[in-house]
């Protein structure tokens, strides 16, 4: 099956699920119209198909892991909805529609935010019921330690306490790994504990989820310097106006690139021994996205 | 043991759990400052107490039901400091000292809420784990649904809907209901299980804790308009002013009283069957609060 049928079905099942858990009746309706814009806003989709992907590389059934996947993809949307609002990085354009706030206020945004990263957590400790196995919840664990505060959380963190201050290699990987490729090794791991993969795989997972997560963010700051503002559907040049530590800051424009490259190659050798085209693709694609 | 000894070892037992759990190396340092710094303010510690009443009720250990105790503080704790954002009440005040964005900075506020709320799932999940009983999990479970978009969180979006709109009996009790009781029920019910309650108890447990939050809700809207700023720790006469949705502003101050003592009596006669003293007293120490 090609990349583009495979993420295709990824997209449509992740999107089906999110849905489905969003039109539960008994959310507090003004809440769920909230929660459902930012969740439904086009999003790339990124951590549950690397999630649903393991899962399948590991042998897995999609169906035991599309609760996961909505729920990544869930905790994944509330940290863009706080990290829009004015006291974080203001921002009002997100996926080129207008961020949570601009359109429901400041307070029903933190609200969403909230309901999101909630509402995960009990999408994951339902399936977790369902599941004799535990696999269930290890997964749920993997998620919540690595969106939390030693993971995604701590990135964003230090993410706000760098601005303006000298800039420095050590906080800049920690931010880095701990905003972007912990949620990115999140996913892998949980998808591939659903699956019933063993620990070389789950190792083998973690050292691409880690790469990848690099090589995306890097990216992501070359994009904020060089990209186009309507096919990002988002602002650009902020990073720079507000003295943000990024790669393109500390290492300069040309060595990032560099560096990303490099980085998308490790991630790709990392799963060198297994059967896994998408994931390698997955890469690959990454390193050349222009949005 | 009399009714303080007992509240005196569980706030005890509670605010060392909390302590040990937010003195782990791995959170992001500032991060945990900015939490520690809420969740031990001096709270009552409510919810906790409920908690492990209900888990001594029903039979249990205190070992075992306190990583839910801590994790349910945390999840009120993080629930006051996004709920005092100038997004929302915009409160500088709370338990007597300058509220959490007042002191780190309202983007580190919006994190250490996250984080808190976030690091309870991870505690709970984490005790599920090791827990072969299943019992954690379900414990888990209903704290997640109550605290969330049908539960607590339902409750402070309606809450901030409800402002300046024509006052009606729905909007106040789906307010109350969720954004308090939900809460005290959760506490109780999780509590019960992991002590190993029966259904009658569980039940019992629950009119207990939806009586007890109307009339601990009822108390604060008093509070808000008669109490003392100095001995509450927190600013007074705001719902009146911010033309909030409130027992005093729908019924009048003297029948909300009347209510008040009346949902107190309920309270304690759901758990007539029981031997409760210590629930029973809480009712009644409730009803006369003045802080």
Same mark, same amino acid.
């Given at each position: /099956?090609?990349? +583009?049928?495979?993420?295709g ?5 992740v999107?089906d ?6 039109? @539960? ?18 999003g790339?989709?990124l ?5 649903l992907?393991?899962? +399948? ?5 999609? $169906? ?7 729920a ?10 706080? @990290?829009?609002?004015?006291? /974080? ?11 949570n706030h601009?359109?429901y206020?400041e ?5 969403a ?10 999408? /994951?400790l339902?399936?977790?019921? =369902?599941? +004799?196995?535990?696999k ?5 664990? $993997?998620?919540? =330690?690595?969106?939390?505060v030693?993971?995604?959380i701590?990135?964003?963190?230090e ?9 420095n290699e050590?906080?800049l990987?920690y ?34 989820? $880690? ?6 963010q890097?990216?992501? @700051? ?17 990073d720079?106006? =507000? ?10 424009? $040309? ?10 190659? =490790?991630?790709? @050798? ?11 693709? /997955?890469?690959?694609?990454l ?5």
């Amino acid at each position: /099956m090609s990349y +583009e049928t495979t993420l295709g079905r990824y997209i449509l099942a992740v999107d089906d699920a999110i849905k489905k858990y969003l039109s @539960d009746a008994r959310i507090h309706p003004p809440l769920a119209s909230a929660m459902e814009y930012s969740a439904m806003a086009g999003g790339k989709r990124l951590r549950p198909c690397l999630l649903l992907a393991a899962n +399948e590389l590991a042998g897995g059934a999609i $169906e035991a892991a599309l609760p996961f996947a909505a729920a990544i993809e869930m905790i994944h949307t509330y940290s863009l909805i706080h @990290d829009d609002l004015p006291a /974080m990085d203001d921002d009002s354009l997100r996926r080129g529609k207008p961020t949570n706030h601009v359109v429901y206020g400041e307070g029903m945004a933190v609200l969403a935010g909230d309901g999101l990263l909630n509402y995960a957590m009990q999408i /994951m400790l339902s399936a977790a019921l =369902e599941d +004799e196995s535990r696999k269930a919840l290890r997964a749920a664990s $993997e998620i919540a =330690e690595r969106a939390g505060v030693w993971g995604m959380i701590a990135g964003q963190a230090e993410d706000l306490l760098a601005v303006n201050r000298e800039p420095n290699e050590k906080a800049l990987y920690y931010i880095h790994t701990h905003k972007t490729a912990d949620m990115l090794v999140a996913a892998l791991r949980a998808g591939g504990i659903i699956g019933g993969a063993d620990d070389a795989l789950l190792s083998a997972l973690t050292v691409y989820g $880690e790469k990848l997560g690099l090589a995306f963010q890097i990216q992501d @700051d070359l994009l904020d310097l060089y990209g186009n503002a309507a096919s990002l559907g988002k602002s650009t040049g902020k990073d720079e106006k =507000e003295n943000k530590l990024t790669f393109p800051a500390l290492f300069g424009a $040309e060595r990032s690139m560099t560096m990303q490259g490099q980085y998308c190659r =490790e991630a790709a @050798d990392a799963l060198s021994a297994y059967d896994s085209q998408f994931l390698a693709t /997955m890469a690959y694609r990454l390193s050349k996205r222009e949005s």
